[in-house]
Each structure stands twice: as structure tokens, then as C-alpha cells.
């Protein structure tokens, strides 16, 4: 049995695919940069841009930021930048 949710890898990558192609500002601007990045390039910004937004919240450290770093390490970073590129 695949491991799979919604057609996408796991949960957590579905999970964050679906609110940075539901948050116009957030789809804008990696669309935007999907127009001029390869696939591995546009993977590290959409992460790095994540992560951004994550330390932005300034969560102290305790078992919910552990769990959140968790989730976020399972994200499929490729197969969200190739969803773009596919746009």
C-alpha cells in the first residue's frame, strides 16, 4: 500500500502545497520565481521561503516547535517545485 495522501507524497506536503497555491501573495511570488528557476533551485527557495515564515512566528522551543520542525522535514520540496513548474 502507497504511503500517498491526495496524490501527493504525505500529508505534510500536501498540507503545505495547498496554502502557498491558496495564499495569493505566497502563489504569486514563487510562481514568479518558477518562471526563472529550475526545479532543484526553485525546491530550496520555496523551503528557505517556508522557513522564513516559520522563524517569522518566533516560536519558543518546546514540543510543539519540535513538532512542527518534524512536519516540515517531511515536505517533499521537489514535488511542490515541480507543481509550479507544471503551472
Do not use: C
Request: charged letters at 25%; proline letters at 1%.
Amino acid at each position: 500500500m502507497s504511503n500517498t495522501y491526495n496524490g501527493w507524497k504525505n500529508y505534510e506536503t500536501w498540507a503545505v502545497n495547498l496554502w502557498l497555491n491558496n495564499e495569493a501573495g505566497h502563489y504569486h511570488m514563487i510562481r514568479e520565481q518558477a518562471s526563472v528557476l529550475d526545479i532543484y533551485e526553485l525546491a530550496t527557495y520555496i523551503r528557505e521561503y517556508v522557513e522564513e515564515m516559520m522563524d517569522a512566528l518566533d516560536i519558543p522551543t518546546s514540543m510543539f516547535s519540535d513538532l512542527l520542525n518534524a512536519a516540515l522535514s517531511e515536505v517533499n520540496w521537489d514535488e511542490i517545485a515541480e507543481g509550479f513548474k507544471e503551472e
